[in-house]
């Protein structure tokens, strides 16, 4: 994924608001494939992304306690609520490398220390917006539980055409969901969660060629 590219990109055209989507796996047996989650955490176990616009990696910490925007969280659970889709309003999305799933104990450790769905994009997507000052929400879908959580609906040829059933009907509700939250575009407000002040290094970033 050119995530990297993707995010200078919106930047570039005036973007201040990014609403993520992403296909998930389930950790918990509660949350049910076909549940919407709206992430407020992630665990980064990825490694080798390029991964920060500071490519002398010596200029920025930034915070990244919440990366997920409240803001864009709230207005995404306002619209599913309207729309009475099964929602999630909070979780953290364990981000895993990839490209193979998990085993069943990574599956079962990743539940452990405190994940509640599996993934493979969300970062460094959401940390690229953080970096640009751009508020960032996510769309989580789940499509199966993850091979952790015992369960006739996972990532397994026999119970494949059922998630791919699955895949097809939260893909159908998560263009109707984006239609709607395109509509409310207009009441969703700057906020404070990412800050501007890595603004100036970007400009020169852009200047210099990346
Ligand atoms: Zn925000």
């Known amino acids: 994924m050119p995530y990297k590219a993707n995010l200078a990109a919106l930047k570039s055209l005036g973007v201040r608001h990014v609403i993520g989507t992403c296909v998930v796996g389930s950790l918990r047996k509660e949350i049910e494939p076909g549940t919407f989650v709206i992430p407020d955490q992630f665990i980064n176990l990825t490694w080798g992304r390029d991964d920060s616009f500071d490519i002398d990696r010596q200029l920025i910490h930034l915070p990244m306690a919440r990366p997920y925007c409240e803001h864009v969280r709230s207005i995404i659970a306002r619209e599913l609520g309207m729309m ?54 996510a769309i989580a879908t789940v499509t199966d539980y993850d091979v952790g959580v015992p369960s006739t609906i996972s990532m397994q040829p026999e119970s494949m055409k059922s998630v791919l059933e699955i895949f097809r009907s939260n893909t159908g509700k998560t263009v109707n969901l984006l239609e709607k939250l395109s509509a409310a575009a207009q009441e969703i407000k700057k906020c404070s969660c990412a800050s501007d002040h890595f603004t100036e290094y970007y400009k020169s970033t852009i200047k210099s060629g990346m």
């Open 84 to 137: 009475k889709m099964p929602c999630q309003a909070h979780g953290t999305v364990v981000v895993i490398q990839g490209p193979r799933f998990s085993t069943i104990a990574e599956s079962k450790m990743y539940a452990y220390v405190g994940g509640d769905i599996v993934n493979m994009t969300q970062y460094p997507e959401c940390y690229f917006a953080r970096e640009l000052g751009i508020c960032y929400g």
